[in-house]
């Protein structure tokens, strides 16, 4: 899953290493279930104001992924002086274990809509995802293959004051696919991260509806190059029960070429246990 930080945070640092010929991220996270997602990006310049990267990511559990769920992205992005364009094509190959597989992309917009001298603003954010899925259902008691998709759209306000305090809210929502449910619906291989801020750091394959988020952040400098944040997502799942999340974090400075961002997430799906999930996110500059 893509990480949870406010937008201006990953502009604002873009803009600010963009001297840089290359750099990597690298996502980790483990928890509840034997999770264990692993992300790995490399970005370069291609121009003065465009950004290419290529990634591979894994997720598995001890449920129902015991094998590892492999996909791959090439995010391209763009900064002009009043808006961010970001561009994420994926695909999940057709796995034999699972015999699941999905392709799609993701397109994101962010405008200033207000900015002020003392680095107050306001961001307006809107994005779009369509994913096609293979994949296994039940149908009658019996095994079928299905081929499926999905649209997701997803709009989101940041504000921020004097540089120091910031807030998010987004919403989005997902189209229903035919054919298929999340009753029917057998390791299906797509994490919906892919296609809207889901506010948890474990894998979502499950059909979603619609999912609610907010989050909070303060800037620590100039006593401390670093940020730290929380935040609460509400997940509503296609005829099953819903799931609410809570995260909290701290993205810190290590180096001038190097970032740390540790973080905690509590997921709870209605009427189960509460699930424990943990990400470390390292970025570095060449």
């Known amino acids: 899953m893509?990480?949870?930080?406010?937008?201006a945070f990953f502009t604002a640092f873009l803009a600010a290493n963009s001297s840089a010929g290359w750099w990597a991220e690298n996502n980790y996270a483990t928890g509840?279930?034997?999770l264990k997602k692993n992300s790995l990006?490399?970005?370069?310049?291609?121009?003065?104001?465009?950004?290419l990267g290529v990634n591979g990511a894994f997720h598995r559990d001890t449920a129902a992924y015991r094998d590892k769920v492999y996909s791959y992205r090439l995010p391209l992005m763009y900064s002009g002086k009043m808006f961010f364009a970001s561009l994420t094509p994926f695909v999940y190959p057709v796995s034999e274990q699972t015999r699941s597989?999905?392709?799609?992309?993701?397109?994101?917009?962010?405008?200033s809509a207000k900015a002020e001298e003392d680095e107050s603003y306001l961001h307006l954010s809107l994005a779009g995802a369509w994913a096609s899925?293979?994949?296994?259902?039940?149908?009658n008691g019996a095994m079928k293959k299905k081929t499926f998709s999905e649209t997701a759209f997803e709009l989101q306000v940041e504000k921020s004051y004097f540089g120091q305090f910031f807030f998010?809210?987004?919403?989005?929502g997902f189209t229903k696919p035919s054919g298929v449910s999340n009753s029917t619906l057998v390791t299906p291989a797509l994490d919906h991260s892919d296609m809207a801020c889901l506010g948890t750091f474990r894998?979502?394959?499950a059909l979603p509806e619609w999912t609610l988020s907010a989050q909070v952040a303060r800037n620590m400098k100039p006593d401390f190059d670093s940020h730290i944040y929380a935040g609460y997502s509400k997940i509503s799942y296609r005829n099953t029960r819903a799931a609410n999340s809570g995260t909290a974090g701290l993205k810190m400075g290590l180096t001038d070429k190097a970032t740390l961002d540790m973080a905690y997430n509590l997921y709870k799906e209605e009427g189960a246990v509460w699930k424990n999930y943990y990400k470390i996110l390292l970025q570095v500059f060449f």
């Open 133 to 139: 899925q293979r994949a296994r259902a039940l149908e």
């Open 203 to 205: 894998q979502v394959t």
């Open 101 to 111: 597989g999905a392709a799609g992309g993701k397109l994101y917009l962010l405008t």
């Open 41 to 51: 990006t490399v970005f370069t310049n291609i121009a003065p104001h465009a950004v």
């Open 2 to 7: 893509r990480h949870i930080v406010l937008a």
């Open 168 to 172: 998010l809210a987004s919403a989005a």
């Open 32 to 34: 509840s279930n034997g």
